[in-house]
Nanobody, 127 residues
Framework: QVPLVESGGGLVQAGGSLRLSCAAS????????MGWFRQAPGKEREFVAA????????YYADSVKGRFTISRDNAKNTGYLQMNSLKPEDTSVYYC????????????????????WGQGTQVTVSS
């Protein structure tokens, strides 16, 4: 298993920044793609960003492109989501996820492609 623990959420004013972290245990995280998703109350989960296992291929939702940056440090078994120019509509619970299986190396915007999920961290952006 690859338990995942998110941290770094909080309350920030519009235009501010936050950096989310996703700490993983286990040896397989460094060879698995990971992604960030978010879910606001009453809404479906949506894709935010994903990165392949090497960290050299990334994908972003159009709504966050140019504002958010996904990265990873495999030596630390940790993934990150740098969020800049935050907007009130970014308010959500943010989840990190890790893939598993024979095709775990490549990033995917499909939440169903991810086997392991963290508990989530709340991000609230005030106007």
């Amino acid at each position: 298993q690859v338990p995942l623990v998110e941290s770094g959420g909080g309350l920030v004013q519009a235009g501010g920044s936050l950096r989310l972290s996703c700490a993983a245990s286990g040896r397989t995280f460094s060879t698995s793609a990971m992604g960030w998703f978010r879910q606001a109350p009453g809404k479906e989960r949506e894709f935010v960003a994903a990165i392949n296992w090497r960290g050299d291929s990334t994908y972003y939702a159009d709504s966050v492109k140019g504002r958010f940056t996904i990265s990873r440090d495999n030596a630390k078994n940790t993934g990150y989501l740098q969020m800049n120019s935050l907007k009130p509509e970014d308010t959500s619970v943010y989840y990190c996820a890790s893939r598993w299986g024979f095709n775990r190396y490549e990033a995917s915007p499909d939440g169903n492609a991810y086997a392991y999920w963290g508990q989530g961290t709340q991000v609230t952006v005030s106007s």
